[in-house]
Nanobody, 122 residues
Framework: EVQLVESGGGLVQAGGSLRLSCAAS????????VTWFRQAPGKEREGVLC????????YYADSVKGRFTSSRDNAKNTVNLRMNSLKAEDTAVYYC???????????????WGQGTQVTVSS
């Protein structure tokens, strides 16, 4: 059974940092890209960035370039999202999703985590 479990969310002041983790199981992790999405209240789910199977970061949200970065540890089947210089507009539920290639089109993903809330106070 494919499972993705996010952790690390919380409340942080603007300008602060958080690290989210996505722990994967039930599939050959090395062969899959993992994309971080987020969904703010009243907004559509948007792609943030993808960690390709080779470890490249592909950014989908221009607003996070220079502030967010993703890394993966294939030995631990984990992808981390490091978020620096957080802004109030980063407030959202963050999800990780996996498929064989990077894409920021959410409907193409069938495997999702439950999400973790990130709240940035201004």
């Amino acid at each position: 059974e494919v499972q993705l479990v996010e952790s690390g969310g919380g409340l942080v002041q603007a300008g602060g940092s958080l690290r989210l983790s996505c722990a994967a199981s039930g599939f050959t992790f090395d062969d899959y890209a993992v994309t971080w999405f987020r969904q703010a209240p009243g907004k559509e789910r948007e792609g943030v960035l993808c960690s390709s199977s080779s470890g490249l970061n592909i950014y989908y949200a221009d607003s996070v370039k220079g502030r967010f970065t993703s890394s993966r540890d294939n030995a631990k089947n984990t992808v981390n999202l490091r978020m620096n210089s957080l802004k109030a507009e980063d407030t959202a539920v963050y999800y990780c999703a996996a498929k064989r290639s990077c894409s920021n089109y959410a409907p193409t993903y069938t495997n999702w985590g439950q999400g973790t809330q990130v709240t940035v106070s201004s």
